[in-house]
């Protein structure tokens, strides 16, 4: 196979399978930081994003933008709809807010959150409602502090893939420490996403050399003094760290990042 198959083949293969689709773009946005609804399109167009991700406050009444507002700047068909929990503080508040996204709009695939006070993945609380979401036969991305006891749990459930934290959210710290998160990519058989305090291209590269199936961003894009040209470096920087991974790259667990 000759070089440029070789890549091709590397950054354009499903990766993770969420009810009818599957994704092959490995950079993941979030969105709920933004109140305009054209920064969005470009957001997702830069990123080659294939999901639209959005969610509602039901313990604050806050929301995403308005979906119509939405749908008079973005195809929004084009996109797969995954709700998102990251306003939960609660395991109850967490399935409130699935509940109210799944009657409204009819989705089925959850970005799921549960936060403590310190906007940390409350684990137990996430392994909870992620059970319960399982029984609903829904596609479920559980987000967590990274420990191998419960990401072999969420496997066990039937989750899609895992979100792993690498640095407090908003953080921009990086990956501080790779190895737990190594730990969990090498050991469980469903597609890891390293997010949180990837505040850098070159965070994001490492995080696919340690062997992520794809990163999720949010605030470096949108406190990045030119938001788009973030988008575009992120997306190359993703693209770099999973060549370099198929490549053999041995960054080493030691070295902060």
Known sequence: MSVDSMEVAGLRDAW????????TSRLLVGIEQYTSPSVIRQVLEATGSQ????TVDPDNNRSSLLLSDLADEIPIEKYLWIGTTSFARSAESAWKTVRILHDAYGITVFKLDVRGRTNEPDNRATVEVAAQLREQGWEVMPFI??????AKELEALGCASLRVMSAPVASGHGIPNPGPIRQIIDTVDIPVVVEGGLGSARHATLAMELGAAAVLVNTAL?????PMLMARAMKHAVEAGRLSYLAGAMPGDEIPY
Request: charged share 30%; proline share 4%; no cysteine.
């Open 16 to 23: 993770v399978r969420l009810g009818d689709t599957e994704l």
């Open 51 to 54: 999901v639209f991700i959005t």
């Open 145 to 150: 502090l990274p420990d191998l006891a419960v």
């Open 222 to 226: 949108v406190k990045a003094r030119e």
